[in-house]
């Protein structure tokens, strides 16, 4: 087992973010109950999972749960001091994602500045929608500018979708993913990917639908947009993506299959997956046989060491061996084709 994985996809519960959650009556975020978390309990679980490093995030609901724009940054400001604060006694240990007021967009490239510049952020977390405003959508052009003059790191974390959940489903088991993959379609299809090539953007839980429906969907781009539906799934294969809760025989393949190379990375997701799945999960990556030592290794750490170098000399990525390359132009031949016959219906 390894003893030094990266860990992009961990969460922390700031006492203070605590408190004003539970001050508005938020006890069950994404419809699993708020754990309990300390950095002696997070340092504790790395130890026992082979985590060397971990780069912290606060998950859903964000500052959404405020109706005062001033209230949600100030409480921004505030969480993302006292993960600077935590990730800089822990320089070898902790890194953080710095939490932004979204949806207000001018609020939120204020504070993407500061905690780049000032605070030493290793990137920023962004929901998939913040109170029904999906990420991708018109009128953010102001904070992705400020993300991609800086080469920024951007967690994608879902939230509950602008809808009611249906009973008997929480909403982490199965909205969740469907929220990953809204805003990633609207990253693709209103050209953020394009236009701001420098954000590097991660997307939670093996990027929710994306690998398994990015075809269908750069078809749909396709017809919406006119865009080349190659260069379309280009961009959704270029996006990062985590293992949370994803390391399994049946989720890796297509992951594996789809991705970039270099570009899945390892995310744990506690301690809103409890430990007993964070080892669940390890074991599935540890298990997957088609996987070789160097390939499980990008995942575990080098992959992410080539986005937070600070944690460690990264590798190369790994060349796309000669068939996959064929293979690839055969399928993006056959695409155009299907492209072309649906324009003509």
Do not use: C
């Amino acid at each position: 087992m390894s003893s030094d994985r990266i860990d992009v996809h961990q969460h922390l519960i700031p006492p203070g973010y605590r408190e004003a959650l539970r001050t508005h009556g938020i006890d069950a975020p994404g419809g699993r109950e708020l754990p309990e978390w300390t950095p002696e309990a997070a340092l504790r679980l790395m130890t026992a999972a082979g985590i060397g490093s971990a780069v912290l995030s606060v998950s859903t609901p964000g500052t959404t749960f405020l109706d005062d724009p001033t209230e949600a940054a100030e409480l921004a400001r505030t969480v993302n001091d006292y993960t600077a604060k935590l990730a800089a006694d822990h320089p070898d240990r902790f890194g953080f994602f710095a939490m932004l007021p979204m949806p207000d967009v001018a609020a939120a490239a204020a504070e993407a500045r500061r905690a780049l510049d000032e605070l030493g952020a290793d990137g920023v977390v962004l929901l998939g929608n913040s109170r029904g405003a999906y990420l991708g959508a018109e009128g953010q052009d102001d904070l992705f500018r400020v993300l991609d003059d800086r080469s920024a790191v951007v967690l994608v974390h879902p939230a509950d979708l602008p809808a009611e959940a249906v009973p008997e489903i929480p909403p982490f088991a199965t909205d969740f993913l469907l929220d990953t993959t809204r805003a990633a379609y609207l990253l693709v299809r209103n050209g953020i990917r394009q236009r701001y090539p420098r954000i590097r953007f991660i997307l939670s839980h093996a990027g929710g639908f994306v690998p398994y429906a990015a075809h269908r969907m750069a078809l749909s781009i396709f017809n919406q947009t006119g865009a080349s539906p190659v260069d379309v799934l280009d961009d959704f294969a270029g996006f990062y993506f985590d293992t949370a809760l994803s390391a399994s025989a049946a989720a890796l393949p297509s992951l594996l299959a789809f991705a970039e190379p270099g570009h899945v990375l390892y995310g744990s997701d506690w301690p809103f997956a409890p430990e007993p799945a964070v080892h669940y999960f390890n074991a599935g990556l540890d298990e997957y046989s088609p996987l070789d030592e160097s390939a499980r290794r990008g995942i575990e750490r080098a992959n992410a060491a080539t986005l937070f170098p600070r944690f460690g000399g990264a590798a190369p990525l790994p060349e796309t061996p000669l068939l996959a390359r064929a293979r690839k132009h055969l399928r993006q031949r056959a695409f155009r084709a299907i492209a072309r016959a649906t324009t003509k219906r």
